[in-house]
């Protein structure tokens, strides 16, 4: 079973610093796209950034120069670092895999329950 567990949210004062962990369980993890979403009240979702199999990353531009998105292989874990965070950045924040190994980081067919980031002024 294919599960994704985001940890790490909470609430943080603007310009401070937050990082999500997505652990992964139940597929190889290597070899698939991940990438981390989030969801602010009244919004719709967005792409904050993503990871191929190969360690590349592409970032939405108004998280560029302050959110890394990294992976362990070794610990089947994504992770999300945020830095100098604004108040919209507020949003709940979700992990996400791709549908099947090998395709092109755009269809996004497992989800992780989702965590908590709340950002204030």
């Known amino acids: 079973q294919v599960q994704l567990v985001e940890s790490g949210g909470g609430s943080v004062q603007a310009g401070g610093s937050l990082r999500l962990s997505c652990a992964t369980s139940?597929?190889?993890?290597?070899?698939?796209?991940l990438a981390w979403f989030r969801q602010a009240p009244g919004k719709e979702r967005e792409k904050v950034g993503d990871?191929?199999?190969?360690?590349?990353?592409t970032y939405t531009d108004s998280v560029k120069g302050r959110f890394t998105i990294s992976k362990d292989n070794a610990n089947n874990t994504l992770y999300l670092e945020m830095h100098s965070v604004k108040p919209e950045d507020t949003a709940m924040y979700y992990c996400?895999?791709?549908?099947?190994?090998?395709?092109?980081?755009?269809?996004?067919?497992?989800w992780g329950q989702g965590t908590q980031v709340t950002v204030s002024s």
């Open positions: 139940g597929y190889t993890f290597r070899i698939y796209c």
């Open positions: 996400a895999r791709e549908e099947a190994a090998g395709g092109t980081c755009d269809l996004w067919g497992i």
């Open positions: 990871i191929n199999a190969d360690g590349e990353t």
